[in-house]
């Protein structure tokens, strides 16, 4: 079953985080409870906006690709791999961004959503193992591994080089326009993100049901995030990465959620049947 386990309440967690970023950035750049502000106001820029944003619409469709999917011992593994590693990640470079000093922080409670969700999926899914049919093609080599590949590349560039972000790549202009520790932190938690979606593209079996929620929230985001670039820019087009990364998300969104390369499977008592 896809509904009704601890994917869904995951789900509902991630949610909430999505439309804090979305809606209630200020947020971040608060007190709220006993959790420190996130970032100081003073740091806040256009470029840390539009990257906020972006995070929102990854963990959206981070969220609804959990919901979605029927986990099971397999098909879990890839993206719980990615979630164990963006959620220990987030949690490690908020730590020394603080001097290793514990400060209670909105990014501990986002690594422990992800580490719940990673952990589920990865060993303790709710649905047992789906026997092999002609019909279930491998997941590898189709037009998932493609666009996990890209996002894997994207990942790994944010966590390794973020400096490619503030310069000119050919005819794509810099994304952002200067460093800060906050935009770094922002940077860490979309590769973590985008870390997840990639393993998630190339680990799961897609069909035509387990692609729908998560082809929705590729949409979302490749839309909303295409939008928010383009308004950061005045409404002028200006070639940036984020473009690119819309690209890479839309793509991977149609081919899961309209040209999916599996059949859906039969149901057990069918299977009987013959």
């Given at each position: 079953?896809?509904?009704?386990?601890?994917?869904?309440?995951?789900?509902?967690?991630?949610?909430?985080?999505?439309?804090?970023?979305?809606?209630?950035?200020?947020?971040?750049?608060?007190?709220?409870?006993?959790?420190?502000?996130?970032f100081d106001a003073k740091s806040r820029t256009a470029d840390l906006d539009i990257i906020i944003k972006f995070g929102g619409c990854l963990i959206l469709m981070?969220?609804?690709?959990?919901?979605?999917?029927?986990?099971?011992?397999?098909?879990?593994?890839?993206?719980?791999?990615?979630?164990?590693?963006?959620?220990?990640?987030?949690?490690?470079?908020?730590?020394?961004?603080?001097?290793?000093?514990?400060?209670?922080?909105?990014?501990?409670?986002?690594?422990?959503?992800?580490?719940?969700?990673?952990?589920?999926?990865?060993?303790?899914?709710?649905?047992?193992?789906?026997?092999?049919?002609?019909?279930?093609?491998?997941?590898?080599?189709?037009?998932?591994d493609l666009i996990f590949f890209a996002l894997f590349g994207a990942s790994m560039a944010c966590f390794f080089y973020p400096d490619h972000l503030f310069m000119d790549l050919g005819p794509i202009k810099a994304q952002f326009t200067a460093q800060s520790a906050?935009?770094?932190?922002?940077?860490?938690?979309?590769?973590?993100?985008?870390?997840?979606?990639?393993?998630?593209?190339?680990?799961?079996?897609?069909?035509?049901?387990?692609?729908?929620?998560?082809?929705?929230?590729?949409?979302?985001?490749?839309?909303?995030?295409?939008?928010?670039?383009?308004?950061?820019?005045?409404?002028?087009?200006?070639?940036?990465?984020?473009?690119?990364?819309?690209?890479?998300?839309?793509?991977?969104?149609?081919?899961?959620?309209?040209?999916?390369?599996?059949?859906?499977?039969?149901?057990?008592?069918?299977?009987?049947?013959?």
């Amino acid at each position: 079953m896809a509904h009704g386990n601890l994917s869904d309440l995951v789900f509902f967690a991630l949610l909430a985080i999505a439309v804090q970023l979305f809606a209630f950035p200020d947020t971040l750049f608060q007190d709220l409870g006993p959790l420190k502000a996130q970032f100081d106001a003073k740091s806040r820029t256009a470029d840390l906006d539009i990257i906020i944003k972006f995070g929102g619409c990854l963990i959206l469709m981070h969220g609804l690709t959990l919901s979605g999917v029927k986990w099971n011992p397999i098909n879990g593994k890839m993206a719980g791999l990615g979630g164990l590693i963006a959620s220990g990640y987030t949690a490690f470079s908020t730590f020394k961004a603080d001097s290793d000093v514990f400060v209670p922080r909105l990014f501990y409670v986002y690594a422990a959503v992800l580490l719940l969700g990673a952990l589920h999926i990865f060993a303790f899914p709710s649905n047992p193992l789906p026997e092999k049919s002609p019909e279930t093609k491998n997941n590898h080599g189709n037009f998932s591994d493609l666009i996990f590949f890209a996002l894997f590349g994207a990942s790994m560039a944010c966590f390794f080089y973020p400096d490619h972000l503030f310069m000119d790549l050919g005819p794509i202009k810099a994304q952002f326009t200067a460093q800060s520790a906050a935009l770094s932190a922002m940077i860490k938690l979309v590769a973590g993100l985008m870390l997840i979606i990639g393993l998630t593209f190339s680990g799961v079996k897609w069909n035509p049901i387990n692609g729908k929620m998560a082809g929705f929230g590729g949409f979302i985001a490749a839309g909303y995030t295409a939008f928010s670039t383009f308004k950061a820019d005045s409404d002028a087009f200006i070639p940036h990465i984020f473009y690119i990364y819309s690209a890479l998300i839309f793509l991977g969104a149609l081919h899961i959620f309209a040209f999916p390369s599996n059949a859906l499977p039969k149901p057990a008592a069918e299977k009987k049947t013959k």
